[in-house]
């Protein structure tokens, strides 16, 4: 709601422009990047309604980045419009104003509503069906794999390492899972790190880890009765060798994991 509710502002501030535009009689062909920035803000938005298709960092940067143009443009022209005539727009400064009172007539408010209605539906409606990743892995069977990189032998130990998020498909073999994990940066942290422990996409366990020990984390999988469960894990930092002047690996390191135990 507000996030709507900002684009809601954007496009109302982008209107309020070209109303006042036409009172200053200030028009000229530079209008038209403004123009070409709104109709692909409007796109995006649009988009939002059919899918999380903005959901990747470059297009997420694109878009805001369009947003940021807009608003810049409409502060240079507004600078313009005070030298042409003060008068006409001093009630177009005043309305943009974020703290005054919005007022919504009936049309606008049922409007409002009906975007929030479909915006949050679409995303209900995903969370409920094939778009789910949770229904695709339980239903379905599809195997959610990722961020855990080959299994590596260090110091006698089998271990794996894991990124800053990563998850894996196991064979439900006991009533507790034992998960022995490590925070091997080299770096000094004032924070420590956190782990946050998924089953089957369900928070179960958060972890706090300060010192560069072994830490045998305890996961209770009473309430699990499939033959397989989707473990996932979720560090608060991550890592890469190469940039610690340690190694050529440019992986990305959450968390060191060690082999899993089942407790019957």
């Known amino acids: 709601m507000l996030i709507l509710f900002i684009f809601f502002l954007i496009i109302k501030k982008v209107f309020y422009y070209y109303k006042n535009q036409k009172l200053t009689?200030?028009?000229?062909?530079t209008g038209w990047f403004l123009t070409g920035f709104f109709i692909s803000f409007i796109s995006m938005v649009i988009l939002l309604f059919l899918g999380p298709h903005t959901?990747?960092?470059?297009?997420?940067?694109?878009?805001?980045?369009?947003?940021?143009?807009?608003?810049?443009?409409?502060k240079v022209k507004e600078s313009e419009f005070s030298k042409l005539n003060y008068n006409k727009v001093k009630n177009y400064k005043c309305s943009l104003n974020i703290v005054n009172r919005i007022r919504l007539e009936l049309k606008q408010r049922i409007s409002l509503m009906l975007i929030i209605l479909i915006f949050s539906g679409s995303f209900f409606i995903s969370s409920w069906t094939s778009l789910s990743v949770n229904v695709r892995q339980n239903l379905v069977g599809w195997e959610n794999k990722y961020g855990f990189y080959s299994e590596e032998t260090i110091e006698g130990v089998k271990i794996k390492w894991a990124a800053i998020d990563a998850s894996e498909v196991i064979e439900n073999k006991g009533i507790k899972l034992v998960v022995p994990v490590k925070d091997v940066d080299p770096a000094g942290h004032l924070l420590p790190l956190f782990i946050r422990f998924f089953i089957n996409n369900r928070l179960v366990k958060v972890v706090?880890?300060?010192?560069?020990?072994?830490?045998?984390?305890?996961?209770?999988?009473s309430g699990c009765l499939k033959e397989k469960?989707?473990?996932?894990?979720?560090?608060?930092?991550?890592?890469?060798?190469?940039?610690?002047?340690?190694?050529?690996?440019t992986r990305e390191l959450g968390v060191m994991v060690g082999e899993f135990e089942f407790l019957k």
Request: charged share 25%; glycine share 4%; proline share 2%.
């Open 25 to 29: 009689g200030k028009i000229d062909r």
């Open 55 to 74: 959901n990747f960092n470059e297009i997420q940067f694109s878009f805001w980045l369009i947003i940021g143009l807009m608003l810049v443009f409409i």
């Open 208 to 221: 706090r880890i300060s010192d560069k020990q072994w830490h045998n984390v305890e996961i209770e999988l």
């Open 229 to 249: 469960f989707t473990f996932t894990l979720s560090c608060s930092r991550s890592w890469v060798p190469k940039e610690r002047g340690l190694s050529n690996d």
